[in-house]
């Protein structure tokens, strides 16, 4: 290998090394973007939990522990068997939040409930769709054959059997062909 090809390879490998760097670079951001989008996400949901008074020692345990490693290291989890390497938290923390979410939920509908209920709550009213052009009822452009029909009176009457014409022989003639070149 001579001096011009080990500068030009060195000066591609700095090139691919430049693009890796870059690379990682955005990874951690996107790390660090989930891992923030992760904590507030849990931290919402414990508060809206321990309000109601539906969060239990265990749930806020997991939320403590899990915003205590998220933000010591950017993830919840280090086995990459667990989860993607980009990821947050792992496939089963992920489940435990969307339990979480989803009581938080139901409480939140239950609550809804109650202020329907309540004298204090004023129904909305819905919006209104702003268009130049009115709904019309729907009909289906068919035609009825009872229309066109007249009553069964003055219908005429047709004989049960049917019309067969008589064919004789004399009015068979063989077909006239001719040869076409």
């Not at 996400?41 to 915003?67: H, P």
């Not at 109650?114 to 729907?138: I, L």
């Amino acid at each position: 290998m001579n001096d011009y090809d080990k500068r030009e390879w060195q000066a591609e490998q700095e090139a691919r090394d430049a693009a890796m760097d870059m690379q990682r670079e955005k990874w951690a951001k996107a790390k660090a973007r989930a891992a923030r989008n992760a904590q507030r996400k849990i931290d919402r949901l414990a508060r809206k939990l321990s309000e109601s008074g539906q969060l239990t020692d265990w749930e806020s345990e997991f939320t403590e522990s899990v915003g205590e490693r998220l933000d010591k290291f950017g993830s919840a989890f280090q086995d990459p068997e667990k989860g993607r390497p980009a990821d947050a938290l792992s496939f089963a923390q992920k489940k435990v939040v969307a339990a979480l979410k989803k009581k938080a939920k139901e409480e939140r509908t239950k609550n809804a409930h109650k202020r329907e209920q309540s004298s204090e709550y004023e129904a909305r009213k819905p919006m209104k769709a702003k268009t130049s052009f009115k709904k019309k009822a729907y009909q289906p452009r068919v035609r009825h054959i009872d229309e066109d029909l007249d009553s069964v009176e003055s219908l005429p009457v047709i004989d049960t059997e049917p019309f067969l014409p008589e064919i004789t022989p004399s009015d068979h003639k063989p077909p006239f062909l001719r040869v076409v070149k």
